[in-house]
Every structure is written in structure tokens, then in C-alpha cells.
């Protein structure tokens, strides 16, 4: 055995003793599928050195399971024979979760046992060579900030209803609100004391615009650990939600009448002496040539993009004219009803706000695809138009997004920069996996069908 594996080894046996001291007796090994579900297992705590020695196996298919459980038909999957991945706990994301007592979390790496490499289809591996490429794009070192701002909807468990479960609280008026009046049984504030302790950078939180719609910021940092505490906390939320029998969604728009849940990013570039490389004092608008090129960038290729960003059929329901969400593609300072805002800040927090993805994205996938295309736009030094000036949404001041998922779909799928850089293997899988869900949706007979067609015809 070589010294690194005899050191990683005293390492992991120094964790297990220190989690059996504190009282922790299982570990969860968390990782995302394509969709950025947490698929995982939970190890009882004397496993874990045999875990992190020879992984921890799991069928490479549940990249390809839908969330109604069919195992879709994705190269390396099914007409393979339903190969094994091997999932390799991470342990620096070691930590103990607030809500469940005894046991610790970690993320985990999936690779192909045959070859050692990274899975094709991880989400967390797509990152990582998107960000080990940024030098060759940018033509210099840099390292791409990210800070995640989501949004979603509680709903309490109503029989009375055809899904079984209605908004909570529900009253209109509560935004940017803190307390009881919007917040019934203080759901925020004990949400937000389990993720403090979870230790994934969370910051604060209030309502948001519609009733039992909440939104929490996270901290911004580099873009991988970004992408792991975004992941962590949709798994947590969902999960202490439904602790309490309750349901978080991060469905884009899960209801008519109101409005979607955006995943906003807020994107920074460091270069290697960790200075804000979209900043440029002596420019009108205080921002560099970077910048605008990373604009152009993220304008250019969002057709493509909202394939990664916006990647459900229900997603394309909550982009539209006076939504806060986005339509067209465009870009303004400080302006919430374009896609991409540049918040007023300048000098270290000069930064990009991309407002086009939903709740729904696989946090890997999101941060992924738009480092990707500013990247992109800073290589090409591509130029974007005119900022917005006033009130967005106004039809033919800018193409329009696509506007369902298979366009969007075509889109990445003509967009061969993008796609070189996310990788064939990866963008093979994620568009036949997408593709079929837009079958299984044209298959399926929906309430709106019966309803519009049902009695009168
Ligand atoms: N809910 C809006 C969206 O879907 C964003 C509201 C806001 O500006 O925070 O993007
Ligand atoms: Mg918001």
C-alpha cells in the first residue's frame, strides 16, 4: 500500500472515531442524479472505511430512472445489462445532520468501477471539468464565484385535493415578510436554524411574492462548493419539510394562479490575486470587458442554456410578460424584469444575476451551464446589445426564450460550443433522458384535457 493510502487510511479510521465519540453511529452518502435528486444509502458508521476504500455500489440506471421509477433507455444503462457505478463518500462534507440524530452526512463521487473514471452522467464531475477548463477559456486563471438564491412552496397535506396538497399559510401580500403573519407556525425560523447547523452557508430568508412561498440566499463561494451546498439544501428542505408531514416543492409553477420559484445565481470571476475581474472602475457603467463579454456570453447561448436551467415541461409555465421571472433574453442594470440583472453593487461585489433558472434545476447542471457560457462569451469576446432600459416584457424588444422544453432541448442540442464544452457523453444522456419525459408527457391524458373536453363536445 502506498504512504497517501496508509495516510488516507489513519484518516478515515481518525473519523470514525471521532463520529463514534459525538455520538454519530450512520453516515449517508448523498449524491445527485441527473436531475439532481440526492440518491444515496446509509452506512453504519464501521462500514465507512470499506465505503471510501472500494466504493459503494448502485446501478448506473439510477441516472436514468424517472421520477415515477421507469428505468429510461440511455446508452450504458438498461441495453448494457444495468452496469454497476461505485459512489465514494467525499468525507471533507462530513457533517452531522441537525434534524436527524446519530447520523452524519457527506456527498459522494460516482465513478465507473472498469475504468476509475468519473460517471458519465455525474452532475458533480460536469462541474468539475467545466471549471478545470476556465483558464483555456478565459485566457487567464480564474475562479468563477457563485452565490445561490432559491426559491419554493410549502404545502400542507388537504385530502380535499386532487394532488393532496395545498399552499400553506396562503395568504396573499407577505413579501419580503418575516414572521407570523405569512408564516403561520414558524416554519422559516426553524428551517433556517436547521440549515445554519448544517453548515452550508445560509444567510437569511423571508416570504416570498405568493402566499407559503419562501426564499433563501446562500452564501456565495467558489463554484463547485456552491453547486454541493445548493444541493444540499433542496435535500434538506425537502426533507425537514416532510418531517413535519409537509411537502417543500421546487416545481417551477405548481400552481395556476401563481407565481414560479426562481434559482437565481449571483456570478463573480476572481482572477488569481482574488480580484473581481468584472469590475472596471473607469467604465460608465463600472463594468470591464469581461464582463460585458460574459454577458454576451450567458444572452448567447441561453436558448440553450434553459435545456440545463429550466429542464421540466412545467418550466416553460412560469416564464411570461409581469412574472419576475424571465421571458425574453436580455439583460439591465439593476432591472428584475430582465434575465440576466446586474445588481447596482460595484468593486468586490461587482457581480451578474442570472434570473433564468427555476427551482427545478439540478444545482450542478445550473452553475455548470452558465459558467460554461460566460466562458464561452469571454472567449469569443462577444458583445451584448443595448441594457433594457425600464420595464421589460415588452414583445419584440428581444427574442423570445423558448418556450416549451423540446425547443429548448434543439436548442442545446444545435449549440455546439456549449455542448463541446459540457461534453457529448454527458449532453447524450441528458437529452435522451429529457426527451423522453416529453413522450411520456405526450402520452399522458392531463385534468386540463377533461375538463376542456370532456362534457361539451
Ligand atoms: N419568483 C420569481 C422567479 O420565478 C422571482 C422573484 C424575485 O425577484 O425574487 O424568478
Ligand atoms: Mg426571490
Known sequence: MSEASATQRSHIAETVEALRAGGTDVVRVIYPDLIGVDRGRDILVGHLPGACGHGLSFCRAVYHTSPQGDVVPIAGGLEAGLPDVSVRPDLATLQPLPWEPGVAWCLGDTFDPATGEPAPESPRALLRRVLERAEEYAGLAVTPVVGPELEYFLCDADPTKASGWTVYGGATGNVYSAGRRGDPDGHLLRTLRHLADLGIGVI???????????????????????????????????????????????????????????????????????????????????LSATARHAIAGLLRHAPALSALLNPTINSYKRFGPDTLAPWLIDWGLDNRSAMLRIPPERGSGTRLELRLGDASANPYLIIAGAVAALLLGIRDKAEPPAPLEGYGYQEDSAPRLPSTLGAALDALEADEALTGLLGADFTGAFLAYKRNEIERFQQHITDWEFTEYAFLI
Not at 440566499?217 to 444540499?232: G, I, T
Not at 421546487?250 to 394562479?257: L, T
Open 204 to 286: 437569511a430568508g423571508n416570504h416570498e411574492f405568493d402566499g407559503g412561498q419562501f426564499e433563501i440566499n446562500l452564501d456565495h463561494s467558489d463554484a463547485l462548493d456552491a453547486a454541493d451546498r445548493a444541493f444540499q439544501f433542496k435535500a434538506a428542505v425537502k426533507e425537514t419539510a416532510r418531517r413535519e408531514g409537509r411537502l417543500a416543492t421546487f416545481m417551477a409553477k405548481p400552481f395556476n394562479g401563481l407565481g414560479g420559484s426562481g434559482f437565481h445565481l449571483h456570478i463573480s470571476l476572481l482572477d488569481g490575486a482574488g480580484r473581481n475581474v468584472f469590475e472596471d472602475a473607469g467604465s460608465p457603467d463600472g
